[in-house]
């Protein structure tokens, strides 16, 4: 299958490079000439584990191609995906669809003979539609169809998700459409992975509730997060309790600072807004949106009340700003929340991340950053663990409490062991953990 990706972004250039992967002849677009001037070079413009040795492999094989312009790539394809942004359109908070409607009357003057344009990009209801409608306006005797095929890969893991999904869901309304994606998908066959097939408005909601249904598991453990904190129960062992019925599922259930990422605050408000726009308001998601927002901005008070009221004059050292591990991503990472605030506490903050300070250092102000996890403990009268990185969870306490001005932890991932940590003398908090024994 001749495959054109519009967007290289997180998701495109994945897909991009999978599809490549499955045998498939692939060409990823993109507007900025910057992105693909480095992905030409065989520079991967975003940290994702593996990424860069598939992309290189599918280049040499002559199957990955990179370009601004689509023109005759679009002109031969079989099929054209869209994986451009859909951010938060400012002031309302629904998905601003700008970038994907552009994408459709640029793909539309571009086809040549029969075209499946897929929506890959995560969209509200009703955009598939809308799509299929501008393609047809643009370009009246354009043969197409229109798919919903969302994507649910998940950054740090994207790979393995795409290789090894636990289903790939399709939104097809023609029986010709359906046989290219199935083409596509084809090599998925070979490890059973379910299809599920649907119409396209089908394919766009499920997307929102899967997100939506996530966000909301994250946020309900959270709150018994909170209660356990107060009533001295262990959350990790009430999680247990519970993920061990199927029907729940131990997936998911970790506590923290609140979600953040590219994805789920912005899926949440988007689909808050569609409900509310079809008159079936989602009253738990708009709940979930409104107490995990509470939350990231209480993280910050959790840890001056951990320091005695007060981080006047204080260094805070911050391990982990991206919005979780192995990702290079920080849009609405809990960080940008806790550290300003912290800030505007009279912290100075020295922070240290693997792959996100070169992103963090356009986001976060007059942060120092450190070379080292141990670097950015040096001196801090507290340390506070924002990404759970794995690289943190193998650092020696011992060492950590040598170089610290004050034995202090706030680990907002409870990576630490509490018990050994008090042990060596740390005041520690977790989150959800018995406070006892500091
Ligand atoms: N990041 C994730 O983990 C993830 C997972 C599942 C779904 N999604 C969804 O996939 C979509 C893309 O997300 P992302 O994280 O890859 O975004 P991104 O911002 O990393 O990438 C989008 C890319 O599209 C390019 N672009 C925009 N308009 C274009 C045009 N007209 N022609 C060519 N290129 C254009 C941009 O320059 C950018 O490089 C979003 O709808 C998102 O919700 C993301």
Not at 177 to 182: E, F, G, S
Not at 258 to 263: A, E, P, Q, T, V
Not at 301 to 320: D, E, R
Not at 340 to 346: I, R
Request: hydrophobic residues 45%; contains cysteine; proline residues 5%.
């Amino acid at each position: 299958m001749r495959i054109v990706m519009v967007g290289s972004g997180y998701v495109g250039l994945v897909s991009g490079a999978c599809f490549a992967q499955f045998g498939h002849d692939v060409m990823c677009v993109d507007k900025d000439p910057a992105k693909i001037a480095q992905l030409r070079e065989g520079k991967i413009p975003i940290y994702e584990p593996g990424l860069d040795r598939i992309v290189a492999d599918n280049m040499r094989a002559g199957r990955l191609a990179f370009g601004t312009n689509f023109n005759d790539s679009v002109a031969a394809a079989d099929a054209v995906f869209i994986a451009v942004g859909t951010p938060t359109r400012r002031g309302d908070g629904h998905a601003d669809l700008t970038y994907v409607y552009a994408a459709a009357a640029e793909i539309a003057s571009a086809i040549r003979g029969y075209t499946v344009v897929v929506t890959k990009s995560t969209v509200p209801v009703g955009t598939g539609r809308e799509v299929a409608r501008i393609i047809r306006e643009t370009q009246p005797a354009a043969e197409f169809d229109v798919v919903s095929n969302p994507e649910f890969l998940r950054e740090g893991a994207a790979l393995e998700d795409f290789m090894k999904p636990d289903r790939v869901v399709i939104g097809v309304e023609s029986a010709r459409a359906r046989d290219v994606m199935a083409a596509i998908y084809r090599p998925l066959n070979l490890i059973q992975t379910p299809m599920v097939f649907t119409n396209i408005e089908t394919a766009e909601v499920t997307k929102y509730a899967g997100n939506a249904f996530l966000a909301t598991k994250i946020t309900f453990i959270n709150e018994i997060a909170d209660l356990c904190e107060k009533v001295g129960a262990d959350v990790h062992d009430v999680a247990r309790g519970i993920g061990l019925d199927g029907r729940i599922g131990r997936k998911f259930l970790h506590p923290g600072p609140g979600f953040g990422g590219s994805c789920f605050p912005k899926d949440t408000l988007a689909l808050a807004y569609t409900a509310r726009e079809a008159n079936a308001p989602q009253t738990i998601v708009e709940q979930v949106i409104e107490v995990n927002n509470t939350r990231k901005k209480r993280m910050a008070n959790k840890v001056i009340a951990f320091c005695g009221g007060s981080v006047a004059g204080m260094t805070i050292g911050v391990l982990g700003l991206t919005f979780k591990p192995n990702t290079d991503d920080m849009r609405d990472a809990p960080s940008l929340d806790i550290v300003p605030a912290l800030q505007a506490a009279g912290a100075r903050i020295v922070a240290f991340d693997p792959e996100g300070m070169a992103e963090a250092g356009r986001l976060l102000k007059n942060v120092t950053f450190a070379r080292t996890a141990y670097e950015a403990a040096t001196g801090a009268d507290v340390l506070v663990v924002i990404t759970e990185w794995h690289e943190f969870r193998g650092l020696d306490p011992r060492r950590l409490k040598q170089v610290m001005r004050q034995p202090r932890i706030v680990d907002l991932r409870n990576i630490f062991d509490p018990e050994e940590l008090r042990g060596l003398g740390f005041v520690y908090e977790g989150v959800g953990r018995p406070q006892l024994g500091n």
